[in-house]
């Protein structure tokens, strides 16, 4: 969680300072659903991610050099540079897709579900997707095709408008849905759904290996809505950081601007579970604080790494894309 909070971090730090241009976004304020979601799947399983991608990639193990250098449009990026922040894939890792279609993966996980009960395989898919994907009529349809033919499949929703860009209609809610809660969409088509609070690390780590557990045992699709906060910094139409993180952040607030220090306080879930992990006495703030040390010295790594990748040829635009 760490890592993916001093990766964004640092990106919006490189995008300030003109190294990628065009528009981007950051997982900062959701490392507590996609980092326990990510922890217990197989190798073999498939996932399809959004426009917020970088997080969810890091969780599965992504190299934060080679994700600065697609970022950044670079040779040494995972996909030479040609994905840039919004298409990044990483098939190795079982990325198969990541895009800034909102809605778009919804149906393509649903796709792999397929082909991997076809083929007999035994592997499942992971669907990662935000509250406003819910609208697409791609969803709806997915989930309809999916409940059918019990594919296996893992819908999870991660609803960060909680108490942000829809502080009007509540907590449990999305501001680009008429439907509430989210998870009576998939519930009509019966598909298994539950609401956790996606600040959680404990919640959400037990609602997926539940969740995909029902999945290997063929009881087809499952329906996961994680709710957080909207992080204060991606308010805008680009993200700006309020403070930069440090550890000492989960008991003295005060360094954060007074207008957005209730997020950190109360919201942050990164904050959240190092103060859960000093109360059980499962590590203390200066084994946490080692740990930040170790993760800032890689970040600054990965973005020297970056920064020294050449861009590619000219001539090799069109190479490797296809249509
Ligand atoms: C099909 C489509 N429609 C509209 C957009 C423009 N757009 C980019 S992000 C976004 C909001 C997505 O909200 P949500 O799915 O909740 O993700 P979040 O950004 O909140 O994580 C929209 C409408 C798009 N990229 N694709
Ligand atoms: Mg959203």
Redesign the pocket.
Known sequence: MLLIRHFEEALVALHEQGHFSGHY?VYIGQEATGVPALADLAPDDALFA???NHGHLLARGADPGRLFAEILGRRDGYNKGKGGTFHIAAAGLGFYHTT?????NIPLATGAAYAAKTRGTGALSVCL?????ME?GAAPEAFNIASLWKLPVLFLC????KYG?NKAVGAAQ?S?MAAYPLTELPGLYKIPAVQIDGTDVGAVFNAVSEATGRIRRGEGPQFIEAQSV?WPGSEGNWPVLPVATNVNLAWDASPVPESKRDWYRSSDPVLIFIRELVAAGVATREQIAEVEKSVKAEISQAVQFALASPFPEPAEALRDVFA
């Open positions: 976004h959004t426009h917020r800034g279609i909102v809605g778009g997707f935000g509250d406003g994907a697409e991660e609803n960060n408008g860009a999305s680009t909207r």
